[in-house]
C-alpha cells in the first residue's frame, strides 16, 4: 500500500522574499527569479539563446524497465558520464532521465526531454541542493525544502488547502520539495518514482515524475517552440522564468553531447 509521509517543519529550508508565484489555483511553483541566497544555481544567461528546450534523444535506457516508478530506469553510465560533464547530482539526473523514459514509454507524443525537467530542477532548489539540502540514496531531500508561506505579502494569496499534510503549514500553502510543488498540485500529480511505497514531494524521484505528469497534461506536445513554452508558462506564467529554464536546458543538452551522450 502506497502511504503519504506528513513533513516536519523542523529545519526546514525557506526561501527569501525575492520568491514569485504564479497567481491563482494553477499554481504550481515557489520561483525564485534572482539568484538565491546560500544557493550555488547559477544567475540566468545575460544573452538570452533559444526561447524554448531544443528537442533532445531519449536518455539509454538499462535491459529490463522496472513496471513502475522512474529510479533506475537510465543506463548507469550515462548518468555517470552527464552528471560529471554537466555538474548535475546522480540521483537528481537518474530522476529526470528516469521520469522521461517513463513518460515517452506510456505518452510519447508528449517528447519531454530530461533536459527540461533538469532545468526546472535547478531553478527550483538547485537538484535539491538548496540552503544546504542534500539528496539521500533514496532520493529524500534532507533537510526537507518548503517555500515561503503564500499569505499575498511577497507572493500569491493561496490560504491552505491540505490542513498542513504536506506542506506543514494548516494556514498558508507552501511550495515544497526540490521541484517546489504545491499542495494542490501535489494532491493531482502524486507519484511514488522510487517504488518504496510513500510518496513524497520532498523526494526528487516523486517530485519529478509529478512534474513530468503536469507538463505533458499541460501541453501535451513539449517537443515544439510553442508545446514547451505552453508548458513550462502553465507551470510558472514568467516569461523570465521560461527563458532561465530553456537557457539551462540547451546546456545541459550540450554538456551531453560533449560527454559522449
Known sequence: MTVFRRPSMKAATVFGAAAVVLAGLVAVSLIVLAPRVGSDAPAPARSPGPDYALPVEPPPTVAELPLEGVSGYADPGWVARVSAASGIPV???????????????????????????????LVESDHGRHGGSTVGEDGTVTPPIFGVALDGSSSAHIPDSDGGLVDGDAEYDRAVGPMQLIPQTWRNWHTDGNRDGVEDPQNIYDAVNATSNYLCRASGDMVSRDGWRAGVLAFNDSAAYVQSVANAANRYAKDAATAGN
Not at 539526473?93 to 528516469?98: C, F
Not at 521520469?99 to 526531454?113: F, N
Request: hydrophobic letters at 55%; one cysteine or more; glycine letters at 12%.
Open 91 to 121: 540521483r537528481a539526473l537518474d530522476a529526470y532521465a528516469g521520469a522521461a523514459i517513463a513518460k515517452a514509454r506510456v505518452m510519447p507524443s508528449c517528447g519531454l526531454g530530461w533536459t527540461t525537467l533538469a532545468a526546472i530542477g
